[in-house]
């Protein structure tokens, strides 16, 4: 049974660009969640998908956005990119109460 | 606000040794559900161990189990028998159980060094 999916690994965009990371939840899952991970720091929740919709959203710009498919699997899309938006994007998949997350997409903005 | 806090920056203990990683957290909800992440140099962040609020009875998985205070707000993680592959960044963490309010509140992480 395949886990939580994230693409792509790393990434390096240059600020002003737009980048768009992907996200396949684990098999059975039908809730998609988004985190930011600076370097040190604790995840911080950028926004939560269930049925195609955006259930929640954390303390995050609308330079954030994001997109669930009917498979299931999501997008992060980050627009006009900022050298602050450097940092480890982790997806996490549930159906439940217990999220299980994928390896992450390291961007890296210059 | 519901917020989770680990005190602990770093710890590092002999391998074999038993360690207790500490954690509180704030939340005036009296349904959720606490966590323990494990997240290696690798950077995938693993599911240690999980506890439901409501339950009485800590939970355990092989070597590792928590002792859960819920009048104090408390949620440590005892780690024994450690071995060199627990070497990592452990991070506290909980979700209110509220339909369409289920984000994982996390704290700043304890580095964790198993010493050979």
């Known amino acids: 049974d395949a886990g939580v999916t994230q693409s792509p690994t790393h990434l390096i965009k240059t600020r002003g660009q737009q980048v768009t990371l992907r996200c396949s939840p684990k098999?059975?899952?039908?809730?998609v969640s988004w985190y930011q991970q600076a370097l040190g720091q604790g995840p911080q929740f950028i926004f939560q998908y269930y049925e195609e919709e955006e259930r929640q959203r954390g303390n995050f710009p609308d330079r954030f956005s994001g997109h669930q498919f009917p498979n299931y699997s999501s997008e992060l899309n980050v627009n006009a990119l900022l050298l602050g938006d450097s940092a480890l994007y982790l997806c996490?998949?549930?159906?439940?109460?217990?999220?299980?997350f994928g390896p992450g997409t390291r961007l890296t903005v210059l | 606000a519901q917020t989770v806090t680990q005190s602990q920056p770093e710890m590092s203990v002999q391998e074999a040794e038993t360690v207790t990683l500490s954690c509180t957290y704030d939340?005036?909800?009296?349904?959720?559900?606490l966590f323990w992440y494990k997240q290696p140099p690798s950077r995938q962040m693993i599911l240690v161990i999980r506890?439901?609020?409501?339950?009485?009875q800590n939970a355990t998985e092989n070597r590792f189990s928590v002792n859960f205070q819920k009048a104090a707000k408390s949620f440590s993680l005892k780690i024994s028998d450690s071995q060199l592959g627990d070497t990592a960044m452990y991070f506290c963490?909980?979700?209110?159980?509220?339909?369409?309010?289920?984000?994982?509140?996390f704290g700043t992480g304890t580095r964790l060094t198993i010493i050979p």
């Open positions: 963490a909980f979700v209110v159980y509220v339909f369409g309010n289920e984000k994982l509140t």
């Open positions: 939340t005036s909800e009296n349904n959720y559900y």
């Open positions: 506890q439901e609020a409501y339950k009485q």
């Open positions: 098999s059975g899952h039908d809730t």
């Open positions: 996490a998949s549930s159906s439940a109460d217990t999220q299980y």
